[in-house]
């Protein structure tokens, strides 16, 4: 069991890279993570670029807490999780199970609907060259394991349906929801209480992966003003998710808001932390430095261990 508290001499590995369509963002991500310990005073950080001999890197540095700076496939379901718990590190982020689950848009979607947060009306559908939209245009055709709004499609024609269809795998699981139209709001949950949420203007269409790592003209409102009541709610909705899942660390649980009503799109449970990235926004708001930010999961999941 490791009792160790924080301090400058703490040997800490930060984990980038990795081996998913999100390495960039990552090592983007992992890059500033290591930059703001090194600044901060801590002398001993390592930056760990994430491949098939991860194990091997790890014990030789033997570290006494590794900073999950990894997205998508590999870092953020479940697997590096595995490997950490086998290994015996402490690490950042939430566990196996949270990070298997929440990754999955099918099986959190389940557990959200279980939980009673509201959703989007959806439908699991298995991609076929003949396969007919299930709901009237404008419809989300979702990839349920892809991370930075990769796989995602907003559909408005039976034509951009076709071709669509046309262009992915074939006999794989997607999922299809009717289109919610509305402000899309994101809340950041840390240490188990609500941090804050910010409103994305995204400069494309929706907040897909140009929107949020090359634009420069998407735009980001801290404590955005919408209806109390739906805040009281999608609030509410993050905590029961994160608790529900068993997250540690930071989630940010995003969704779309009408004036009435909102839908829940997804958790994520190791949430960007790039130059462009929502939580490190909210944290800022709220008096809480990059480094400090960094800090208070390093510091959970030494407490945790």
Known sequence: MNNKKLDKETKIAVLAGGMSEERE???????????????????????????????????????????????????????????????????????VTASAVGMDKIISR?????????????????????????????????????????GVYIIKSLEEWNSTVKTLKKDVLFLCEKYFKGREINVAVLGGEVLGDVEIIPA?????????????KTKYIVDPDYSE???????????????????????????MVSDTDYVMLEINT??????????????EKRGISYLRLVEMVIEEALRDE
Not at 65 to 85: A, F, R, S
Not at 230 to 254: F, M, N, P, Y
């Open 25 to 95: 963002v990552s090592l983007e991500s992992g890059g500033m993570i290591r930059d703001a310990l090194v600044n901060g005073g801590y002398r001993k950080v390592s930056f760990v670029d994430a491949g098939f001999d991860l194990d091997k890197k790890l014990r030789e540095l033997s570290p006494d807490v590794v900073v999950n700076g990894l997205h998508g496939t590999y870092g953020e379901d479940g697997i590096v999780q595995g490997l950490l718990e086998m290994l015996r590190i402490p690490y950042t982020g939430s566990g």
């Open 110 to 150: 389940a557990i959200m609907k279980d939980a009673g947060i509201k959703m989007a009306e959806g439908l699991v559908l298995k991609i076929k060259d003949d396969l007919l939209p299930p709901f009237d245009f404008p419809l989300v055709l979702k990839d349920p394991v892809n991370g930075s709004s990769k």
């Open 204 to 216: 494309n269409e929706f907040y897909d992966y140009e929107s949020k790592y090359l634009s420069d």
């Open 229 to 255: 009541d739906i805040a009281r709610e999608i609030w509410q909705a993050s905590l029961r998710i994160h608790s529900i899942l068993g997250c540690k660390g930071v989630t940010r649980s995003d969704f």
């Open 270 to 283: 190791l949430p960007g932390m790039t130059s462009h990235s929502l939580v490190p926004m909210i944290a």
